[in-house]
């Protein structure tokens, strides 16, 4: 997979998740803070810190991304969250737009 065809996901604590671009525009934040003109570093650079998001959440957040994109293809399967992360993943994705 080419450089440009992946986006890279930080997370507070500074762990790195790169990631399809395609699945990383599940989200209309991401999607957004990629694709504005204006020469955002975001743009520039193809990569997003979430200085909010934990480690934890922002990985189940990723596999969400995937998830949903298999889940528009018709290919339906089950997503589970486990109810620990439900607070904080409802938060990240009231953020993120998914």
Known sequence: MKKEDTVKLI???????VIDKNAAMVSQTIRNMLTSPGGFAETERGEV???EISTAI???I???F???LQY???KETEFH???EMTLELMMAANY???
Request: glycine fraction near 8%; proline fraction near 7%; include cysteine.
């Open 81 to 83: 969250i486990e109810p």
């Open 49 to 51: 810190t979430f200085p």
């Open 62 to 64: 990723c596999q969400y």
């Open 72 to 74: 528009s293809s018709g």
């Open 66 to 68: 995937h998830w949903s």
């Open 58 to 60: 922002l990985e189940k």
């Open 11 to 17: 997370s507070a604590e500074g762990f790195e998740f």
């Open 96 to 98: 993120l737009h998914t």
